[in-house]
């Protein structure tokens, strides 16, 4: 008998079509109220078919059949098997094994081992410098924006804006600059879309521009405006 083979995350459905010929000298001579239910555990699963009606010993009979998990259900492999029944529940003998498993880790994509070339940015002379996305397979990158831990324009900075550009033709800038408070330095996010044929991803890189030569950035996790707000910038330029 086949088996059916999901890997799914609740509370996504799994669907499967299922084409069945039924015994050529059944209980009744005409079948009504055909579906697909499980047999054995776990019942709590909700199995949704089409059903059908008015079928005939010898007939091919077409269901549409979807699996919801429960909520409780853990993660790992859960097995069990599904027939035919008729409104009276006398089995048809389909007895097809369903193999599910409930996964829901999201499996790495290409995005998330993406690198910023450069990654660090020395030294800080307030100048734009072109940030590149490094992938380990060919990719079309759009750039979908930029943002830093740090005020556009703040104390100690040097007083410039914008921070982040992305230029017309995708290119990304970021400026070499960072507080000269603290040494925690200044992250940049960059969050970009690759795509290579049919797929596609997001992420994000980061890139540093430290305190001082000696060291690392540490990002705070905060979050200012980034580089599609460039006409916001100007605004917030103007207000000093
Ligand atoms: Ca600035």
Redesign the pocket.
């Given at each position: 008998m086949p088996t059916w083979v999901a890997t799914l995350c609740y509370p996504e459905r799994f669907t499967q079509n299922v084409i069945f010929t039924l015994p050529a000298a059944p209980p009744e001579k005409e079948i009504n109220g055909l579906y697909v239910g499980t047999m054995d555990e776990p019942y709590r699963w909700s199995v949704f078919s089409s059903t059908v009606d008015g079928a005939r010993p010898g007939d091919e009979v077409t269901f549409d059949v979807s699996i919801n998990p429960p909520s409780y259900a853990p993660e790992g492999l859960h097995t069990f098997n599904v027939d035919v029944f008729d409104e009276n529940e006398i089995a048809y003998g389909l007895n097809i094994r369903a193999e599910i498993t409930i996964q829901c880790t999201v499996p790495p994509t290409p995005c998330d081992s993406a690198t910023a070339s450069p990654s660090v940015i020395w030294p800080v002379n307030h100048k734009m410098v072109q940030v590149g996305i490094e992938m380990t397979e060919p990719a079309t990158i759009a750039i979908l924006s930029i943002e830093q831990n740090e005020p556009?324009?703040d104390k100690g900075?040097?007083?410039?804006?914008p921070?982040g550009q992305i230029l017309e033709d995708g290119r990304a800038l970021i400026?070499a600059?960072r507080s000269g408070i603290g040494t925690e330095g200044r992250t940049y996010r960059i969050k970009f879309e690759a795509s290579s044929g049919t797929d596609t991803c997001e992420g994000t890189v980061s890139v540093c521009v430290p305190h001082d030569r000696s060291r690392p950035c540490s990002d705070n996790g905060r979050a200012f405006i980034d580089s599609t707000a460039v006409v916001l910038n100007r605004n917030l330029r103007s207000n000093h």
């Open positions: 556009v324009d900075d040097g007083k410039t804006s921070d400026r600059e």
